[in-house]
């Protein structure tokens, strides 16, 4: 396949966005037109997962194709450098014009990990000593370090409409950035643009208008469960429920209104960089894959946030929109295979024609043998979670009170309904448990005596206290100034 002839590549990835999300989907309140037709025009995985569902790790194995135990990271270590077997790396080295835009959460901050160039966005992480480039931006445009003046953190729900002009807000930086980079592009080559959204992660600051735009929808409950009622909930999954003790059912309410906010807007960005790529005459001949690092929980079991292996967090939108006439990803296709963020890059280097290294553990997703299961790992200290499944059933182990739940995502998606001491799920549990056992290295063989799983001895959870307002940034104006000069130079 000729240069000219190689499509153009558009990954967009988005930040804590579940993968039921959609109105493709069926969620009943979500607004998501322009992912919605891309699913009508494409092919929508419905079982998609995050191999470690928590920022960095899950990053990681979206840019090389490894899994944690390959590229090094299931705890969120944020100063481990990116291997050098990037997707972008590949692309650049195939002579595709290769461009970021947006989060990329690698160390140092400034390296490209492959690409050409990449306009940055990293949540205001001054303690790396890096303005990015939004932060630069915002105060060319007159209102330098106030990008976090609305007061709201970027781990918490606290939440707020936007403090600043609408056109200031990040998710359109991100996208006029990626509308800049495809219009300047090399017509000689082909692209591959990376899009990286820093939403809905937050801080929970949308528009005020895509907030009045659910002002008068009913929200969806959160899910509830019988966990507690089958056996003691294991020190993770109580300590973390402990986080959402203060919301009242009002306020979860007003919580989830601010996060699909902060989803639509997105999704409505997205007109524009489609827009560009039709007018540009660049769509026809461009695939497109929409996804996430991971998801969040948003109240649903009483659980917030990430790194948990239950479908609000683990599970991600996965949208392959194909070349038209593209019979190999389809239109209109709902596709329940399992795949993971290691397919991405086999996936967009085989669509392209190119190779996949040997250093990418996941495999094509239009490939003829589909995986039959996923292993996904999260932490090494007490709240240290791991999880494997089928295309139907999901174990999720606790090593710390060595407690281990099942559930039946065929009868029960929700997982309201552990089914660990279930007589009649005993063979399932075993099965499942041995595939969980063969993947176990490094600390997690202390979790075994004679090849069984003994796990950890039971904690109590205890209350959790969030003295930094849950990474809480400042006002970044003047900046810090960081040198290495010396002021005062002595002899020998």
Known sequence: MSGTERPNILLITV????????????????????????????????NAQSECPICVPARRTLMTGASP?????????????????????AFTSAGYQTQGVGKLHV??????????????????????????????????KGYPGQQFDHGMSTDGYVHRPWHLPEELHVTNWATQQMVRQIKRRDPKKPGFWYLSYRHPHPPLVPLQAYLDMYRDIDMDEVLGDDWAEVQDLPFAIASKRKRGDKYSGAQIVAIRRAFYALCTHIDHQLRLVIGTLREE???????????????????????????LFYQGSVSVPMILFG????????AGVEDDRLVTLADVMPTLLSLAGLPVPETADGKPMLGEAPRETVYGEFGTSD????????????LVYYPVGNVRQLFDLESDPG???DLALSPDHADTMARLTDLLIAELYGSDLDWLVDGKLTGLPAKEAGPRFNRDLSSQRGH?????LHSDMPQILTSA
């Not at 996804?291 to 917030?304: F, K, R, V």
């Open 281 to 307: 005459m660049l769509l026809d001949n461009t695939i497109i894959l929409f996804t996430s690092d991971h998801g969040d929980m948003l109240g649903d079991h009483g659980l917030w946030a990430k790194s």
């Open 383 to 394: 709240s240290a979670t791991r999880m494997v499944r089928d295309a139907r059933y999901k």
């Open 69 to 89: 135990r390959r590229h090094g990271d299931r705890v969120y270590d944020d100063q481990l450098a990116m291997p050098a077997e990037t997707l972008a790396a």
């Open 323 to 330: 070349r038209p006439g593209d019979e190999a990803i389809g």
């Open 476 to 480: 970044h104006w003047p900046p810090q």
């Open 107 to 140: 160390f140092p901050q400034r390296d490209r990990i492959g690409f050409e160039d990449v306009q940055l966005e990293e949540e205001g992480r001054a303690q790396y000593g890096v303005m990015d480039d939004y932060e630069i931006w915002l105060g060319d």
């Open 15 to 46: 930040d804590q966005w579940p993968g039921h999300l959609l109105g493709a989907a069926g969620h009943p309140v979500i607004q998501t037109p322009t992912l919605d037709e891309l699913c009508r025009n494409g092919r929508r995985f419905t």
């Open 415 to 417: 997982e309201g309904h």
